[in-house]
Nanobody, 115 residues
Framework: QVQLVESGGGLVQPGGSLRLSCAAS????????MAWYRQAPGKQRELVAD???????NYADSVKGRFTISRDNAKNTLYLQMNSLKPEDTAVYLC?????????WGKGTLVIVSS
C-alpha cells in the first residue's frame, strides 16, 4: 500500500504563486508515474501534469508555461510549482501515483485564487 498526502494549498491572489507537495509513504518502490489532477466545483476531474520515473513531463494546455511538476525520489515527494495563478485555477488539487498494477490517490489540497 501507498499513502499520498498533499499539502501547500491555500488562498492566493491572482498572479501569485503556490507550491504544492505530495508526500508518499509505504510501498513507494512500486510507483512509476505520478501526477497532479484538479477538480473544480461542478466540474470533472482533470489532469494538470504528470511525470514518469524517467522524469518525462506532460502538462495540460491550460497550465503550460505557468506550472512545473517535479519529483524528489530521495524525499519521496512530488511537487507542483504554480505561478501566475488565475481564478480559473481554483480547485482541489489531488496527487496520484500509479505502479505495480495499483492506482493511488491522495485526498487533495484546496487552492483558491481570488482577490
Amino acid at each position: 500500500q501507498v499513502q499520498l498526502v498533499e499539502s501547500g494549498g491555500g488562498l492566493v491572489q491572482p498572479g501569485g504563486s503556490l507550491r504544492l507537495s505530495c508526500a508518499a509513504s509505504g510501498s513507494i518502490f512500486s510507483i512509476n508515474a505520478m501526477a497532479w489532477y484538479r477538480q473544480a466545483p461542478g466540474k470533472q476531474r482533470e489532469l494538470v501534469a504528470d511525470i514518469t520515473s524517467g522524469f518525462s513531463t506532460n502538462y495540460a494546455d491550460s497550465v503550460k508555461g505557468r506550472f512545473t511538476i517535479s519529483r524528489d525520489n530521495a524525499k519521496n515527494t512530488l511537487y507542483l510549482q504554480m505561478n501566475s495563478l488565475k481564478p480559473e485555477d481554483t480547485a482541489v488539487y489531488l496527487c496520484r501515483g500509479v505502479g505495480g498494477g495499483m492506482d493511488y490517490w491522495g485526498k487533495g489540497t484546496l487552492v483558491i485564487v481570488s482577490s
